[in-house]
């Protein structure tokens, strides 16, 4: 909206400020003021208030280009890690985890590695209270700096021995 009406104004500057100064001009200076130096008066005068408005306008841009540019650098990363994600969810084989427990992982998480996985959200919920009266074994996927760090955790006698091997640290 504020571009739009910005463009408006530079519009209206562009079009009727020099008419307007040439002819107070014409009207107020001496004869000496012709008509074609009024007009170039005019043309100048919406230039320069052009420039004044783009002026006003560059810290503002510069400011949210730097915004933008750090949070463009923190997408990249995101997306980076959630690539790192598919790995691990490919490297340890889907079948595999949920053979082991099941998985954890962060709530940001879930919905990826849900994608990831093939399955539902809803089946990658752990609910503490659950697991504090039945517990059972769970696949811990934590993020670290450059990748992923898997862990199974809560194993019993009766777990599957690979479970014991279904350790994984994933960085690039």
């Given at each position: 909206?504020?571009?739009?009406?910005?463009?408006?104004?530079?519009?209206?500057?562009?079009?009727?400020?020099?008419?307007?100064?040439?002819?107070?001009?014409?009207?107020?200076?001496?004869?000496?003021?012709?008509?074609?130096?009024?007009?170039?008066?005019?043309?100048?005068?919406?230039?320069?208030?052009?420039?004044?408005?783009?002026?006003?306008?560059?810290?503002?841009?510069?400011?949210?280009?730097?915004?933008?540019?750090?949070?463009?650098?923190?997408?990249?990363?995101?997306?980076?890690?959630?690539?790192?994600?598919?790995?691990?969810?490919?490297?340890?084989?889907?079948?595999?985890?949920?053979?082991c427990g099941q998985p954890n992982i962060q709530i940001g998480f879930q919905s990826v590695l849900a994608w990831y996985m093939g399955v539902n959200i809803g089946e990658l919920?752990?609910?503490?209270?659950?697991?504090?009266?039945?517990?059972?074994?769970?696949?811990?996927?934590?993020?670290?700096?450059?990748?992923?760090?898997?862990?199974?955790?809560?194993?019993?006698?009766?777990?599957?021995?690979?479970?014991?091997?279904?350790?994984?640290?994933?960085?690039?």
């Amino acid at each position: 909206m504020a571009a739009v009406l910005a463009g408006v104004f530079a519009g209206w500057v562009i079009v009727g400020l020099p008419s307007a100064v040439g002819s107070i001009l014409r009207r107020f200076a001496d004869a000496r003021v012709g008509g074609r130096l009024a007009g170039r008066l005019g043309v100048w005068s919406a230039a320069i208030v052009l420039l004044l408005l783009i002026g006003s306008m560059l810290p503002v841009a510069r400011s949210r280009y730097r915004v933008e540019r750090i949070d463009l650098a923190q997408q990249r990363a995101r997306s980076k890690q959630l690539g790192q994600l598919s790995a691990v969810v490919h490297r340890l084989g889907v079948r595999r985890i949920w053979a082991c427990g099941q998985p954890n992982i962060q709530i940001g998480f879930q919905s990826v590695l849900a994608w990831y996985m093939g399955v539902n959200i809803g089946e990658l919920y752990v609910s503490q209270r659950a697991e504090q009266l039945h517990s059972r074994p769970l696949v811990n996927i934590y993020p670290i700096e450059n990748g992923w760090k898997v862990v199974p955790s809560h194993l019993n006698a009766s777990s599957p021995a690979y479970c014991r091997r279904l350790r994984l640290i994933y960085s690039s």
